[in-house]
Every structure is written in C-alpha cells, then in structure tokens.
C-alpha cells in the first residue's frame, strides 16, 4: 500500500505537465522545417533569439543548423538539450594494399558558450574486428579509447553489450566542451578480418537512439548518406551565473512569471523552471501557464495523508540503503571484517549523512577533480578532520568481490608516499571512497604551471621521483599483495603540506597474485602514458606500470606535457616519442627544463635520462623492475651527499663545461655495477 500513496495523489492531479509547451517568442517564426525552435532559441531574426548564442540558422532547405555545420533534429526546453547529427569517423583498409581511406570528423569546439556536450546521454562507441579507438579534447587535458578485436563475425545486436569483441565503448567526462575521435588499426590493417569486416567506425552517439544492430560488421561507408551519421546530445545553460548572482540582476533574469532558477547536473550555469502547477516555456515573460483548477482539493488530500507519506518515505528511503549496501558489495564487505583476517580499525564505514553533510551536500563548489573513475569532493568530518571523498562509478555485479577485497587491502595499506584510504560508505547508489585530504594539488599543475613562490628545483624533483618510486616498488612486491596501479601520472601524483609525494587514484588499479597479469577486453589508462605493449596486448603487467612511470620521469626532466600538439610531427606529439628521438641523437640537453639544465649535477641528470629511457623500452621485458628504478634513486641520493665535498676538489666548470652526451661510457657503465643497498646487495640494474 505505502508504495501506491504517492501515485494516488498523483493522479488527483487535473493536468499532469509532463513536457514543457515550445513556445517561441511572439512574433517568431516557431519552425524550421519539422524542428520546433523554443525560446531562448531563435531563428531568421536575431532579435527572436535571447543572444547570439541561441541565434540559430534556418537554411533554404528548411534545416536547422547549429554553428553552421551540424544539422539539428530536437531541442528540448524541459531538458535542456540540444540534438544533432554528425559523421561517424571511419578507416577502410585492402587486404593487400593496406589502407584504403578514412574520415575523420574535424574537433567540435563549443568555446566559452553556453553548451557543452552531455555525459549522461552520450557515450563514445567504436565497431570492427581490428579498432584501436581513441577521443581527446581540443586542450588534450583529455583523452580516452577503447580496442575491439575480433577473429571471425561478430554477430551485432542490441541486447548484447559492446564489451571489446566487434563493438566497445568508453563514457567522456562532465561539462566536455569540445571532442575529436579518431581510428586506426590495432594491429595488421584488417587482413586477418577483411573477409568479413574491411571498414572500422567511430563515433559519439546518444544512448537513447543508438542501436548497435544498425553498426554490422561488413558495413562499409557511402559518402553522403545520412545513415552515417549518429544522434548527438548537446546540454546548454541559459547563462553562466549562479542562482543567487541572476537573480541579483533582475533586467538580465532568464526566467519568466511562475519559474524558478535550477541548476543542471552538468554543474554549470542555470536553467529555467515552470513552478509546480504550471507548465509551458519557463524562458518567455508569461511562458508558465496554470494546468487547471482542483490543486486545492489535491494539497487538502496530500496534507491529509501527510503523516502516511513521511512513514513511507522513512521506510523506503532505508530499504534503498539496504539494497544499494548489498549491491555495492556491503554484505561481501561484513564478512571480509568478520573474519578476524583484517584489521577492522583500519576501515571505517562511513553513514551516507555523515559524508553528505561533510561535503555540503556534494556542492560543486567541492569538487576537487573528476575523471572517468568518478568525482572527487573536498569534505569535513564533524571533529574538523578534512577528506577528500570519491563518489565512484557502478559497480558491475560480477566484479563485486574484486572491488570488495581491493577497498579491504587498500585501506590495509600504509605507506607514507600513498594517499590512505579511511574507508568508505556504500549505502548510496554509487559507492564512496574516503581519503584521507592532500592539500598542496598535483605535480602535473606544478610541472606545468609553475608557482613562483615554489619553484620545482632538481633537488625536489629528484626527491618526488624518488618517493614516487618508492610506493610503486611498495605496491608491487613489499605489500601483502601485488597492486598495479593501471594510472600512474603526473595527474595522479598529489603534493602534501611538505610538498612530499602521494601517489594516488586507485579507480582502476588491479591486485594480483604473484606471477600473474591482469587482462581485459577494453584499454585502461590516460593517452601519452598508456604503455604501447599493454594498448596492443590487453595484457597489463608491473612493467606497464614501469612505463607509466617513465613518461612521469621524462615530465620532471623536460617540464612538457605527455602529449602535445605543438610539437611538429616529426618531432613526435608524444612525449616519450620526443625524449627518446633526442636521446637517440645525443639532444638531450636541447629539451631539458631549465631548472633541471642550471641545477642538476651532470652525471645525475644523465642518470636519470637514461632510467627513463630503459623504462620507456617497448619491450616490457627489457625495462626495468620498481625495485632496480628504486636502488638507482637510491645511489643518486647518496652521491647527492657527497656533492660539497667534490665541489671542493673539482672546479664546477670543469664538470659542466663539456656536452652532455647521454651515451658518455661513465653514463651508460654505472648502470652495471653493484652497489650496496638498503633494499639487498645485486646489481643496480642490467646494462640493456
């Protein structure tokens, strides 16, 4: 019975407003073609729009274009939204000639407007037997793909998920204001497929119109056709204020009569609302009109059954606990804790109001980072204890027990260079994971952009390396149990009040037995750090790890970003591709950050140069373990000491006088030798 109280005051309702009427403003032109254009949308004159930004174009074809090039089919004053349809990005490829041609939709740039490309209704989508997938944004602050590989047809249908075998997919990020998704063979140029599957695609689509059935593996592209192309949902925000600053200014308020100021889940800007009991366009002066007469006789029934509604709310608001504690692995979590296996002090688990009221609700003003693990939310306990809480993504039933026993070891860690997990709370729909707060921000904004008032010396750069060495050698072998990370960037290397190290964001990290490697249908990582052996096996080791870690290496060294495009092709828009053709042909000193050029003792940076190098092998076999990286920061250290003394013996001059040469014969042999070590007595590392 509790269940169908609300439904029976619903339906006393005269009127239920379940769409917002589409109103242009008066005197307007309403459509273009068959497309409704709502205010604050408008079209022909630039007065009938409420600025520029909604100022549409109707062509003679009777289309409506946004921006001039992508065809709009729906806007939804209700939603917010804005639909669109744009290419797919494809690559053909011959059996015997290879590559036969490819499209690629040029970037979608949105700017400072008021529309950005919406997560909750998007999802990116790649479809072939041989598709290594990738979308980044204009800034390349990111970057995500997918690979999909398969060995004989693939039958697509909508029912099954596109989980790598003919289809996968990757979600993109809150408030994306601009995209560019491209495609390439993973590994032979089709020929092992071709007989069945000549043509990859590529594209962003809506998930609510998307059908994978429509996407068949023999299907090749005609150019023209408007099958090609995808559904697109756009989210746009009236202004860019807050509530509290446009109502503020009541001349340049949004909202009509009977609306209310909202806020969109994209967490920027405002929309406009009709006010309970009215419907229409919120947007037009007079746009909300009442649905009917009987509210009275309505609010008279709901205030009489009032105490009924508050007894069901209570009740159903504790079994949602109690369902979303057992799906999210809680019942898994108590037995683990029961067990007398785990030092349960070292857990806590956390009521969904505590960290609520901690985070002031999850305020956006908040957040401290978002990727596609989930958001992260600056919060304060109630004895002042400052934390920073991970509202994760939905855990799949089947990796349940996996998540469970990763959140257990985790919070089981301590090391003084990893980010504590305090615990977490998974009474909510989606799981929350409680850090413990890291104050001073990442090492990716001090690398690359740089604070004045904390320079990043050598001193402390080879100090961060140092410690960002010794978590991962701690995660991979002196744990309980193997952890790889699966993430490790500059991004995800926090600086605490003393500016010392913390590795952190375990959203995708894996723990294994020994021996063992972790393989997965769909490619993990952050674009310019994403180990190449791991992009094309699937099979991710401590190795790729390694490389990550390298790419991190070659940031302390250069000061650049991982990926760019300023650099030329040429010169490599990667990174690591860049650091190794300028080692290659002895450069290095050409694309040093100057910090680490004026400072740093030749024979360190040397040093350093070429452990990056062999972390960066291709060939994970070849690079070297967490251990061996550890035990070279750990000789650098101690030749650090001696340097006072040396500087007494040697004109500095001398010693710098000459090019560096990162193949120089005292280089490349101190990397054979044996030294004593904290760690054991074996060799530093293999001379490669």
Not at 359 to 387: E, F, P, S
Not at 559 to 571: A, D, L, M, N, V
Request: charged share 20%.
């Amino acid at each position: 019975m509790w269940v169908f109280l609300p439904m029976m005051v619903l339906s006393l309702w005269p009127v239920a407003a379940s769409t917002a009427r589409s109103a242009a403003k008066p005197g307007c032109q309403e459509k273009c073609g068959k497309v409704s254009v709502p205010y604050p949308f408008g079209i022909r004159e630039p007065s009938c729009a409420m600025n520029d930004h909604f100022f549409l174009d109707c062509t003679s074809n009777d289309e409506l274009m946004l921006f001039g090039i992508m065809r709009i089919s729906d806007i939804s004053v209700l939603e917010g939204t804005v639909t669109v349809r744009i290419p797919a990005a494809f690559s053909c490829y011959d059996k015997t000639t290879g590559i036969l041609g490819g499209s690629y939709f040029p970037f979608m740039i949105f700017g400072a407007g008021p529309f950005m490309l919406s997560n909750t209704r998007n999802i990116f989508t790649a479809t072939g037997c041989d598709i290594s997938a990738r979308v980044i944004n204009y800034q390349s602050t990111y970057g995500a793909g997918c690979l999909s590989l398969c060995t004989e047809y693939v039958e697509m249908t909508d029912k099954n998920p596109c989980s790598g075998s003919g289809c996968c997919q990757t979600s993109i990020p809150k408030g994306l204001k601009s995209i560019y998704y491209s495609l390439s063979s993973a590994s032979d140029n089709h020929r092992n497929v071709s007989n069945f599957n000549r043509c990859g695609f590529a594209f962003l689509a809506d998930k609510r119109s998307l059908k994978i059935s429509h996407w068949p593996l023999y299907r090749t592209p005609i150019n023209g056709k408007d099958e090609y192309r995808t559904d697109v949902v756009i989210e746009w925000v009236v202004k860019n204020e807050t509530c509290e600053q446009a109502k503020a200014n009541t001349s340049a308020y949004a909202c009509g009569a009977n609306a209310d100021c909202t806020y969109p889940e994209i967490d920027q800007g405002y929309r406009c609302s009709c006010n309970r009991g009215f419907e229409g366009n919120p947007y037009l002066k007079e746009g909300c009109q009442g649905v009917g007469v009987g509210f009275g006789a309505v609010l008279f029934l709901f205030i009489g059954l009032w105490w009924v509604y508050k007894v069901f709310k209570r009740k159903r608001g504790e079994k949602l606990k109690r369902k979303y504690f057992k799906r999210n692995g809680g019942l898994l979590l108590q037995e683990q804790l029961s067990s007398g296996e785990v030092n349960v002090e070292k857990i806590k688990m956390f009521p969904s109001k505590e960290l609520d009221k901690a985070t002031d609700h999850y305020n956006a003003n908040r957040t401290l980072g978002q990727g596609g693990q989930g958001t992260v939310y600056k919060g304060m306990l109630a004895d002042g204890k400052i934390i920073a809480v991970k509202k994760s993504k939905v855990i799949d039933e089947g990796n349940l027990r996996q998540f469970i026993n990763e959140v257990v070891l985790l919070s089981q860690i301590n090391h003084r260079n990893v980010v504590k997990l305090l615990g977490c709370c998974l009474e909510t729909e989606l799981p929350l994971l409680v850090y413990e707060f890291i104050p001073n921000g990442t090492l990716f904004q001090f690398l690359h952009d740089p604070n004045e008032e904390f320079p990043l010396t050598w001193e402390i750069r080879l100090r961060i390396a140092t410690e960002v060495a010794g978590a991962l050698f701690y995660l991979h072998s002196a744990a309980s149990i193997a952890i790889f990370h699966r993430d490790i960037k500059s991004a995800n290397i926090l600086l605490d009040e003393k500016y010392r190290a913390k590795v952190a964001d375990f959203g995708t990290s894996r723990s294994v037995s020994v021996d063992q490697t972790h393989v997965t249908t769909l490619v993990q990582g952050t674009f310019g750090y994403l180990d190449p052996e791991y992009f094309q096996s699937s099979q991710f080791t401590d190795k790729s790890d390694v490389y990550s870690f390298g790419v991190v290496l070659v940031e302390l060294l250069t000061g650049q970003k991982p990926i760019s495009f300023t650099r030329s092709e040429e010169q490599g828009r990667s990174l690591a591709t860049y650091f190794l053709m300028a080692m290659e042909s002895n450069c290095l000193f050409d694309i040093l950050d100057p910090q680490v050029v004026k400072q740093g003792k030749k024979e360190d940076v040397v040093m350093v140069a070429s452990l990056a190098r062999s972390c960066l092998r291709l060939n994970g076999k070849e690079r070297p373990t967490m251990k061996e990286v550890t035990m070279v920061f750990e000789r650098i250290q101690k030749s650090e000491n001696l340097i006072v003394q040396r500087e007494i013996e040697y004109d500095r001059n001398e010693v710098m006088g000459a090019p560096w040469d990162a193949t120089s014969p005292s280089t490349i042999s101190s990397f054979g030798i044996s030294v004593s070590s904290s760690l054991d007595e074996k060799p530093l590392l293999h001379t490669y």
